[in-house]
């Protein structure tokens, strides 16, 4: 699968916290040029193959090859390559914008003034140049997650992970975050997109990874996904087929006879 050169390789990846199996053996070669949509249910392990794959996350078995290296034994240059929006940042709340893109830019390994002036320009896109030397304790749910998205990209990565990048972004901003992501695979970056909004996975998408029981349960693109679930629909009711869920109506309806506290005896 896939044209480019191989930027990524998952090789029976095993991960447990105690007891909690959470991985089961996950193999996955990405190539360049893909966005991969990385799917599961909530507590599926998302969130934890990212963290493996950027170094952050330790005692997992199997092999994991970013750009040919084993990120066990590489010397950690590799992560000037890669960029990683994460589901929750711990942003240096005290910091200003600049200050802290330039901060990110130089832990990258970019000058301190092409940092800073690729800050100023960046927030200046996303017309949030007014607030360039505020703290970022003042800023609104959905530009902290603008300073979060500039700060995973600023280095100018060739392989890029998002962890529910568009959360709280208003629609304009959606649109040009889904445009940027475009641009940057045509221009041969690689992109693996981990998110619940199923609508976008589908769209920005050209080879979709479902993960379930610690397993990777289905992995194609959106039309080899249909065609082997033998479904018309979207993205989201081939999701629920995959992860056995057809009982949300039930579920929905014990729901709201708790709430009213009706006659339910669940
Ligand atoms: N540091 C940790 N210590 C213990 N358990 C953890 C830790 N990190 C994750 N887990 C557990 O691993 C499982 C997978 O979590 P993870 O956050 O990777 O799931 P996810 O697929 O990203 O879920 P979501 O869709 O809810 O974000 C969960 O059961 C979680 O409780």
């Keep these: 699968m896939g044209d480019g050169e191989k930027v990524l390789s998952m090789e029976n990846l095993t991960m ?7 991985l089961r053996g996950i193999n996955l070669d990405v190539y360049q040029g893909q966005v991969i949509g990385y799917i599961g249910p909530n507590g599926a392990g998302k969130s934890t193959t990212l963290k493996i794959l950027l170094g952050l996350v330790e005692g997992y078995g199997g092999t994991v090859e970013i750009f040919g290296e084993n990120i066990k034994e590489s010397d950690h240059t590799y992560k000037r390559k890669i960029g ?7 942003i240096y709340e005290n910091l200003t914008a600049d200050e802290y893109l330039t901060f990110v830019g130089e832990l990258y390994g970019i000058d301190r003034e092409t940092a800073s002036r690729k800050a100023r320009k960046l927030m200046a896109a996303f017309e949030m140049e007014d607030v360039l030397h505020s703290r970022i304790s003042s800023f609104s749910k959905g530009m902290r997650q603008k300073v979060i998205i500039m700060s995973g990209v600023i280095h100018d ?3 890029i992970f998002l962890d529910e990048p568009l959360n709280g972004l ?4 959606v649109m040009i975050i889904k445009d940027v992501m475009e641009q940057l695979v045509e221009r041969g970056k690689t992109i693996f997109y981990s998110s619940h909004i199923m609508d976008v996975v589908e769209k920005i998408s050209n080879r979709i990874v479902l993960l379930a029981d610690g397993k990777i349960a289905a992995d194609g ?6 065609q082997a ?3 018309e629909g979207s993205l989201e ?3 629920n087929q995959l992860t056995g869920f057809d009982e949300y109506k039930d579920t929905a309806e ?3 006879g708790i709430i009213m506290d009706g006659e339910d005896d669940a």
Excluded: C, M
């Design 221 to 226: 693109t959106f039309a080899e996904l249909r």
């Design 157 to 159: 990565p060739d392989l």
């Design 229 to 231: 679930n033998e479904k």
């Design 16 to 22: 447990h916290f105690g007891g909690n199996q959470v």
């Design 84 to 90: 990683y929006v994460p589901e929750n940042a711990d």
């Design 170 to 173: 208003d629609a304009n901003s």
């Design 254 to 256: 014990q729901v709201v």
């Design 237 to 239: 009711d081939i999701f």
